[in-house]
């Protein structure tokens, strides 16, 4: 009971962190992509996004549905998953998805 409820914590925290992630950088983007480049639709973007959804979710479904066990493990793996690809894949994408040699 305790590790469930240590771990939806977690999750809380952790949607929290990602959220302000992805605001900072849809308001910086365009200090750091160039003038008229606010948000920028690469593959980190949209598994980043992706995560997020996955992760509210969870978390709505938590507080709306009372979601524990196996249902809510397996969402929290796919957005796990989802942040690795964001974050890690770039390879993965490059080499796999795409067909490309780095």
Do not use: N, P, Q
């Given at each position: 009971?305790?590790?469930?409820?240590?771990?939806?914590?977690?999750?809380?925290?952790?949607?929290?962190?990602?959220?302000?992630?992805?605001?900072?950088?849809?308001?910086?983007?365009?200090?750091?992509?160039?003038?008229?480049?606010?948000?920028?639709?690469?593959?980190?973007?949209?598994?980043?996004?992706?995560?997020?959804?996955?992760?509210?979710?969870?978390l709505i479904g938590r507080a709306r549905f009372g979601w524990r066990g196996r249902r809510a493990a397996r969402i929290l793996y796919t957005g796990s998953a989802l942040l690795l690809l964001a974050y890690v894949g770039s390879r993965f994408v490059i080499e796999i998805i795409l067909g490309r040699s780095p």
């Open positions: 009971m305790l590790i469930a409820l240590l771990t939806f914590r977690l999750a809380g925290a952790g949607f929290v962190l990602l959220s302000a992630t992805l605001l900072v950088g849809f308001l910086f983007g365009e200090s750091l992509y160039g003038a008229g480049t606010a948000w920028r639709w690469d593959h980190k973007t949209v598994f980043s996004l992706l995560s997020w959804l996955t992760f509210a979710i969870l």
